[in-house]
Nanobody, 120 residues
Framework: QVQVVESGGGLVQTGGSLRLSCAAS????????MGWYHQGPGNQRELVAE???????NYADSVKGRFTISRDNAKNTVYLQMDNLKPEDTAVYYC??????????????WGQGTQVTVSS
């Protein structure tokens, strides 16, 4: 079993900041990559940011310059520092981890999501 748990969501005013955390735990050999996705009402889930074991990152155009993803490989934890938040950032944010399981290879796991609400 691999568990992925997010935390750090909440309510913030426009221009404020939040820091999301996501920790993966369970039986796996390693975590190859981790990422953050968001999904608002009536919208499909889409990539916000991702990071691999080497520290290479990829961001959605809408968050470049405002959000920063980082990773602690020893803790199997990924963070998303969200600055200069806008109302359009309001969504449920989900953490995804690509875990390498011994014998089974790579598999994708999702957290339950954490709500981010940005008010005007």
């Amino acid at each position: 079993q691999v568990q992925v748990v997010e935390s750090g969501g909440g309510l913030v005013q426009t221009g404020g900041s939040l820091r999301l955390s996501c920790a993966a735990s369970g039986s796996f050999f390693s975590i190859n990559s981790m990422g953050w996705y968001h999904q608002g009402p009536g919208n499909q889930r889409e990539l916000v940011a991702e990071i691999n074991r080497s520290g290479n990152t990829n961001y959605a155009d809408s968050v470049k310059g405002r959000f920063t993803i980082s990773r602690d490989n020893a803790k199997n934890t990924v963070y998303l520092q969200m600055d200069n938040l806008k109302p359009e950032d309001t969504a449920v944010y989900y953490c995804k981890a690509i875990a390498v399981l011994v014998a089974l290879g790579s598999r994708q796991y999702w957290g339950q999501g954490t709500q981010v609400t940005v008010s005007s």
